[in-house]
């Protein structure tokens, strides 16, 4: 099993940057694709970024590609999203999820989720 806590998030201003940190429990961190989702108010989670358990592969939504940027430390059980030239439509609240499972942009596909943190971003 796997516990996660994020943090990182709050107020920007547009074209801002912020690092969202996920900080994970248990031995078998490694074993496990990460992922970063968000939910804005009245909308669907959805798909931000994922890298694999190597930290090889990583995959992005069309919308932040070139902005942002997941990274892992399973040394540290850590995972990362730095999040550059932020835009008023990124704001959300931001989950950090792991999964063992294939296709790592699906929501459903996820087993553990943190609690959240909120990205708020002025224009």
């Known amino acids: 099993q796997v516990q996660l806590v994020e943090s990182g998030g709050g107020l920007v201003q547009a074209g801002g940057s912020l690092r969202l940190s996920c900080a994970a429990s248990?031995?078998?961190?490694?074993?496990?694709?990460m992922g970063w989702f968000r939910q804005a108010p009245g909308k669907e989670r959805e798909f931000v970024a994922a890298?694999?358990?190597?930290?090889?592969?990583?995959y992005y939504a069309d919308s932040v590609k070139g902005r942002f940027t997941i990274s892992r430390d399973n040394a540290k059980n850590m995972v990362y999203l730095q999040m550059n030239s932020l835009k008023p439509e990124d704001t959300a609240v931001y989950y950090c999820?792991?999964?063992?499972?294939?296709?790592?942009?699906?929501?459903?596909?996820?087993?553990?989720w943190g609690q959240g943190t909120q990205v708020t971003v002025s224009s």
């Open positions: 999820a792991a999964t063992m499972k294939p296709i790592p942009t699906i929501v459903a596909l996820y087993d553990y």
């Open positions: 248990g031995r078998t961190f490694s074993s496990y694709d």
């Open positions: 890298i694999s358990w190597s930290g090889r592969s990583t």
